[in-house]
């Protein structure tokens, strides 16, 4: 294994600017010994940090080197290692484009995200995961997994950068690859950092204590094959394609954002109804993350209940929702309000339409989406 932290003491050694480079390779290194630098990072040094330290450069190094110097000590640096594309990257059309603008800080970010997304290594948004500006150290690991499964497949000259579909399939191998010492998935040990993090986020005891009880279940592989969903979204999804105009279905295809208020399929109906994932997906994202507030916030709780109980006591429910309302200071008593009535039994009537409730209790399909949509609420949680 090559030496990276002597080159990278020869380069701190060599002037400013190789400092600076240096500087960021600790930063990045995050005490790992030898750790030799993905494409993401740098990129996100050369086009992002680099151009920060130009408008705001640190109280130690005066003068700043200039850009060009620390670009030079960066292909010196990349040479050195044997990664010749890093050191194409550093002295690019592109970096040298950011660069010059690094004055204009709205203009160098705008050309920042525009040559990061034409790399292509950045994870895909179809994976559905929301990534965290802080994260944990097992969304870390799998955030640099994906980049660099992306990174590989790029410069062997076995994925466009600008496919998106094949960049989705490459980055989804990562999710079920099992780390060294491990028996999870990393999709899995993400999954579990972030059920800990929403619950520890969400700001009650009870949510919490809901959390972990469902947790164990949450985790287990689910079987959403197209065609045992079928079944569950077959009513809605043949709402949506002959646009009927009556009916609670209807009514639901629409708050779904289905239909539009003409009963006219919008572009989500037409990709919903080419894949029954897709309407399923749909469902799931009504009930887990709905655009009301309050239903928001009483759904994550109304879930993990409904996954527990044997029998729907609709009564228990209100009762917990709003403890789990008051433990988070959005109510202002520990009985329901009306707005916590009105938003449960909408959520409970709902539910009893696409089928996901049927008589006192969850049905096999509802099942799949409440605990998918728990799984939701943590892959697509944020931070800010």
């Known amino acids: 294994m090559q030496d990276v932290e002597a080159v990278v003491e020869e380069l701190a050694d060599r002037d400013d600017a190789g400092l600076v480079v240096a500087a960021c390779w600790y930063d990045v290194s995050n005490d790992r010994p030898n750790y030799l630098m993905s494409q993401f990072d740098v990129q996100n040094f050369l086009w992002l940090t680099l151009p920060q330290l130009l408008r705001d450069p640190p109280v130690d190094l005066d003068p700043m080197p200039t850009w060009r110097e620390v670009v030079d000590e960066a292909a010196w640096f990349f040479e050195r290692l044997d990664q010749p594309r890093y050191a194409a990257i550093c002295r690019g059309p592109r970096t040298h484009e950011i660069l010059a603008s690094a004055q204009d800080a709205i203009r160098s970010f705008e050309l920042y995200a525009q040559a990061t997304h034409e790399s292509g290594i950045m994870p895909p948004p179809g994976l559905r995961i929301s990534w965290l500006d802080h994260p944990g150290p097992r969304e870390q690991a799998l955030y640099d997994a994906i980049t660099r499964a992306l990174e590989r497949a790029i410069a ?69 094959t197209p065609e045992l969903l079928l079944a569950g979204t077959r009513p809605l999804g043949q709402v949506v394609h002959d646009r009927d105009g009556s009916g609670p279905l209807c009514a639901m295809a629409q708050k779904l954002g289905l239909l539009d208020e003409d009963l006219d399929r919008t572009d989500e109906g037409e990709r919903a109804l080419a894949h029954p994932v897709l309407l399923f997906e749909a469902v799931v994202g009504g009930f887990a993350t709905p655009a009301d507030r309050v239903a928001a916030q009483a759904a994550l709780p109304l879930l993990c209940m409904l996954i527990l109980a044997d029998t729907i006591d609709v009564d228990m429910l209100l009762d917990r929702v709003a403890i789990v309302f008051f433990e988070t200071g959005r109510g202002d008593a520990p009985w329901p309000s009306d707005s916590v ?4 039994y909408e959520l409970l009537a709902d539910m009893r339409t696409v089928g996901i409730v049927a008589e006192d209790r969850l049905t096999d399909f509802g099942r799949r989406v409440a605990l998918t949509g728990i799984r939701t609420r943590a892959m697509q949680a944020r931070d800010d």
């Open 156 to 224: 062997a000259g076995e994925l466009d950068p600008a496919d998106d579909a094949k960049r989705l399939a490459v980055a989804a191998t990562v999710l079920d690859q099992l780390p060294d010492g491990h028996t999870e998935t990393m999709q899995d040990l993400m999954l579990a950092e972030r059920m800990t993090t929403l619950g520890a986020t969400f700001g009650s005891q009870t949510a919490r204590e809901l959390l972990v009880r469902v947790e164990p279940d949450v985790a287990k592989p689910l079987d959403l």
């Open 341 to 344: 009535r009105s938003a449960v």
